[in-house]
């Protein structure tokens, strides 16, 4: 889908055929390919003062048109035990910004670090790549890497953990 559509589909949306929700559902489901197709995990378009937002997550897809309304949270039954915290693990480094990470300084050169590996404060672990400039990713703490949780030249999203450091 080439990003000229992008000015038909939100001409749809702001005049076309919408179900009962006022969403042009069709729109939605171009924007949700769109975002498959170019690797993006976010687009907004506005037209005639209609606005759509169709984002997704890293493990699938979220469309929405409209902020979701507060729930209350379920309270656990008797029977039920409260679910262990989720979160990243103790000694994460998570990305600092969104872009590509390398694990070398430079393609067929060793890795910065491998898992066993004892680093110092300081030292580069990593390198994420973020409109076209290199951004070294040093380790915020001594200790021996235990985890690599990415792999070279893959996307990264802000906060995602790239390696843990015990």
Known sequence: MAIKNMKSIGARFGNGDKSRSGVDAEAVRELAALLNETGLTEIEIEHNGARIRVSRQVGGAIMQAAPPMASAPAMPGPAEAPAAPKGPPAGAVP???VGTVYVAPEPGKPPFVKVG???KEGDTLLIVEAMKTMNPIAAPRSGKITEI???DAQPVEFGQTLLVIA
């Open 117 to 119: 590996d004892s680093v």
């Open 149 to 151: 949780c990415v792999s």
């Open 95 to 97: 990305s600092p910004m």
